[in-house]
């Protein structure tokens, strides 16, 4: 593999001298390779783009999702090894607030992660909180109508589109390593959500729409998360929004509602709390 631009022809060499033997390309070592060389390039910034890139097979995959609800910077270290495309963070549910955010972005931004999290209301201080962190994406509870996809519109993007201001931020003070276009993804997870979802998904400024199977089988009735009618209802929202030319991603958790991971641009596989109590239960039987 050529060294990049941006790697120092000494460190690269280092590099080199440490890969594994009987790997002389191709495979993990230059993929962990790329996603740092993407970052510090500035490819990595838009990840739209990256979507859209991997959707045409001219990038890397960017599906497998690892999602965080307590995991602290120290935690987030071992776990990233674990290989996920990009990490999420629950402030809606679980132990972390915002203020925790950039602790956990010094630790994806040098691995070339993106990081999105969920914000905990529609409230357009907090929206404003979380983008200023810097974060690549903005997943929002709960959207259930146009009127309130435009509003967050308003919230999170800056004039023309929106109203959002700016100031002296982590992600200004990081400058042109800064996400130069967060996703703005709205959750369907109600049934309103899902009879409004083609309208939401029409709104400008919004870049797509995030499946909530849970929530969404609790408000419909439905039997469970892995049910037929949950999975159906997922499959027509990804299908609304390939029409609409925009993202789609959802909460997995289940080998059911994995079986749909193919057809959406960003999937979660599942959440620390899982790997964690399956870890345990491994190890102790």
Request: include cysteine; aromatic fraction near 4%; glycine fraction near 10%.
């Amino acid at each position: 593999m050529a060294r990049p631009p941006d790697f120092p022809a000494a460190s690269w060499a280092r590099r080199q001298t440490r890969q594994p033997a009987g790997r002389s390309g191709g495979g993990e070592h230059d993929l962990d390779i790329k996603r740092r060389s993407l970052y510090r390039l500035g490819m990595a910034r838009d990840l739209t783009a990256r979507l859209q890139s991997a959707a045409s097979s001219t990038a890397d995959g960017l599906r497998r999702g690892l999602w965080l609800s307590f995991l602290d910077p120290y935690g987030l270290e071992v776990a990233i090894g674990c290989r996920a495309d990009w990490v999420g963070v629950d402030l809606q549910h679980g132990n972390l607030e915002p203020h925790d955010l950039p602790g956990l972005l010094r630790v994806t931004e040098p691995a070339g992660l993106p990081l999105l999290a969920r914000a905990p209301s529609h409230d357009p201080a907090i929206l404003a909180r979380i983008l200023d962190t810097g974060v690549s994406g903005l997943i929002v509870p709960m959207v259930e109508s146009a009127d309130q996809a435009r509003a967050l519109v308003t919230a999170t993007r800056t004039p023309p589109l929106g109203a959002r201001s700016t100031g002296g931020c982590r992600a200004a003070i990081k400058g042109t390593s800064a996400p130069t276009h967060p996703l703005l993804l709205a959750m369907v997870e109600s049934t309103a959500g899902l009879d409004h979802a083609d309208e939401i998904l029409a709104v400008p400024g919004v870049d797509g729409v995030f499946f909530g199977p849970y929530d969404l089988t609790i408000s419909a009735g439905y039997p469970s998360p892995s049910s037929a009618q949950t999975i159906d209802a997922l499959r027509g929202v990804l299908r609304l929004a390939r029409s609409a030319g925009k993202i789609a991603g959802f909460m997995a958790g289940t080998p059911e509602l994995l079986t749909v991971a193919p057809e959406a641009d960003l999937v979660a596989i599942d959440t620390d709390v899982s790997a964690l109590k399956l870890g345990l239960a491994q190890i102790f039987g």
